[in-house]
């Protein structure tokens, strides 16, 4: 019964753990990583349409600029209680964030007034570059607390979170960071917010023109990413139980 106890759980090294990269991982785990850039590339394209069209409704629609204002202090407000009362890797970082949410929806208030409205298209860059960061991660936030609950609850293994290591968490705030400077960037410089009325529609479709190549590449890179982590996260997931499973008790004699 002990020979067989020991042949099951046999441990790999921990030369093994050492040695996963992209060279060791079998057909099924590059296929994962492949659809996950696809769904990634996907999910970042809509992502950019998204925050553009919300940002012309904040920058042109009083009523739009108060409902997001009230929106993302409400977001900013849930993110913090989540942060702070729960085990988020790196929860300073993550609170900071909640911060810039924050502070989108104070700026929304002061949108239509006329300080922001006689202020210069260089003057804006700046304010619409941390409107976009705060309103990309706080959607992708949002998307990525469903599908962890989705995929905890109702996934093959429950329990087992889509992105639930310091540095999957790392990487999906960069990548917010990243998309959201750089659309609130391209929106400002195009200055899409100042164009009359029957260029609106024109601009706008020539901003997301150049941002949904821009959304689709990054997303899909860090999906990518996100799937390796999780392939050697789930590698060395199995490892230690098996270390704690190996462990014998006194019936097994």
Not at 2 to 17: G, T
Request: net charge negative.
């Amino acid at each position: 019964k002990l020979h067989l106890r020991l042949i099951s759980f046999k441990m790999p090294s921990s030369k093994s753990e050492e040695e996963f990269s992209l060279a060791t991982m079998d057909q099924s785990q590059i296929c994962y990583m492949g659809g996950a850039a696809i769904a990634g590339g996907l999910l970042g394209m809509v992502i950019s349409f998204i925050v553009s069209c919300t940002l012309v409704e904040i920058s042109v629609n009083a009523f739009f600029a108060v409902y997001f204002g009230v929106l993302f202090v409400i977001i900013a407000s849930w993110m913090y209680y989540r942060v702070y009362t729960g085990e988020h890797p790196r929860p300073i970082l993550l609170g900071s964030f909640s911060g810039i949410v924050m502070l989108a929806g104070i700026l929304c208030f002061f949108l239509e007034s006329e300080w922001v409205v006689n202020m210069s298209r260089g003057a804006k860059v700046p304010l619409y570059s941390v409107l976009g960061i705060a309103v990309t991660f706080a959607l992708l936030f949002s998307i990525i607390d469903i599908v962890n609950y989705c995929y905890g609850s109702f996934g093959a293994a429950p329990g087992k979170a889509l992105i639930e290591t310091e540095t999957q968490v790392l990487l999906i705030v960069g990548t917010a960071t990243i998309l959201g400077f750089l659309f609130g960037l391209i929106f400002g410089l195009m200055d899409v917010e100042d164009q009359p009325f029957e260029n609106l529609r024109a601009t706008l479709l020539k901003e997301e023109y150049i941002c949904y190549p821009i959304g689709a590449s990054i997303s899909a890179a860090a999906a990518a990413i996100n799937q390796y982590l999780r392939e050697k996260n789930s590698l060395e997931y199995k490892y230690e139980s098996l270390r704690k499973d190996d462990v014998l008790d006194d019936e097994d004699f």
